[in-house]
């Protein structure tokens, strides 16, 4: 009986491992979608149909499960929340194992988010790409991959919590709602 738990222990403990390329494709996505949301260096667009896929397989290399539906390809909202969710899920992943690089890391994702945003011609297309960024975080971030340790959880959440406020503008009522949400999903 001991045996068999600790075999199941130890087994348990071999899956735990960082995968050896998680940190630098989260890097590398995060290069990517501010590259694809503003839409420079010829790498197509958000809402383009097309050009998500890059990105996209980058993430499925760590979380299979994201995938982009029929409904949302050729959406920049659509594709762009569904983008940003699985990147931050990503980040989330990686704090299980190095929870400061995790919290460096969830900066820079939504540091380069915010200057896409800028960056992208002011209209339509530029409210798409906001909503789609923040639907991504309050909506796709999957919850159960936030880290435990204290510290780190409360750097994360601090940082998602004011995506907001960056790109809307402190006090905006999106700020307020992305506020809001992520205040509740840490409640209790």
């Known amino acids: 009986m001991f045996r068999d738990l600790l075999s199941s222990v130890t087994s348990g403990a071999e899956n735990k491992s960082l995968p050896p390329t998680l940190r630098s494709d989260i890097y590398d996505a995060v290069d990517q979608v ?20 890059r990105v996209l397989t980058i993430i ?8 982009l539906g029929l409904e949302s390809i050729g959406s920049t909202e659509n594709e762009l929340s569904v983008i940003v969710g ?11 194992w190095e929870g400061m ?19 992208v011609e002011p209209g339509s297309r530029r409210d ?14 999957d919850v159960t991959l936030v880290p435990k340790e204290f510290t780190v959880k409360i750097g994360i959440i601090s940082t998602l919590k004011n995506v907001g ?6 006090g905006s009522s ?4 992305g506020e809001a949400v992520w205040s509740s999903k840490f409640l209790g």
């Open 34 to 53: 501010k590259a694809w949301t503003i839409g420079a260096l010829g790498s197509g667009k958000a809402g383009d149909g097309v050009s998500y896929n």
């Open 60 to 67: 499925q290399n760590h979380l299979p499960n994201t995938t």
């Open 86 to 96: 699985g990147v931050t899920n990503m980040i989330l992943e990686l704090s299980k």
């Open 101 to 119: 690089a995790a919290g460096m890391a969830m900066n820079t994702w939504i540091d380069a988010l915010v200057e896409a945003h800028a960056r």
């Open 128 to 141: 798409s790409v906001a909503k789609g960024i923040t639907k991504g975080i309050n909506d796709y971030t």
């Open 165 to 170: 406020s960056r790109i809307y503008g402190a």
């Open 174 to 177: 999106e700020a307020r709602s």
